[in-house]
């Protein structure tokens, strides 16, 4: 069995430029087996945040991935989208500080970055060392994830 991280890499048309950056980094980095959700190149003036966000969750929630890195303008549209996939907890983080947190205390599968509001060199950084952080369910968050996620459960059915 791998210790691989199974990542998914995608944008809107307003994430573009910078998953493109993203994702050679992270088939460049060996932790990593990648999979390009899009957007590309010819499809800019088609491709919606929320269809990108509601792949990458889908595809977290049936087991074909481990993480996701979204980008759109803000960062925010992506995060909501793929919050409304059961099971997805996504998160926008623009400082090293919450992209930690976001797996330490939240167990955050799906990372999402503003192309529109940091710079590339920051976006880089973040998504590399998000994949530094292992959610512990043994840690004092492990209780509180397990309380959302058992809220959830009980909304789904």
């Known amino acids: 069995m791998s210790d ?5 890499v995608g944008s809107d048309s307003a994430g573009f430029d ?38 990458a969750g889908e595809k977290i929630r049936a087991g074909e991935a481990d993480r996701a890195i979204l980008l759109c303008g803000t960062g925010i549209g992506v995060a909501i989208a793929a919050n409304k996939v059961p099971g997805i907890r996504a998160t926008v983080a623009h400082d090293s500080f ?14 999402t970055l503003g192309q529109r509001v940091i710079g590339l060199q920051l976006a880089r950084r973040l998504a590399r060392e998000w994949l530094n952080y292992v959610f512990d369910p043994t840690s004092p968050s492990g ?15």
């Open 18 to 55: 910078y998953k493109d950056h993203i994702l050679a980094d992270m088939q460049a980095d060996d932790r990593v087996d990648v999979i390009d959700l899009g957007v590309y190149e010819g499809d800019l003036e088609s491709a919606s945040y929320p269809s990108v966000a509601i792949a």
């Open 98 to 111: 919450s992209v930690e947190r976001s797996v330490l205390s939240n167990d955050c599968q799906i990372l």
């Open 143 to 157: 209780p509180k994830v397990a309380e959302i996620s058992e809220y959830e459960d009980s909304i789904t059915g």
């Open 4 to 8: 691989r991280i199974r990542l998914l």
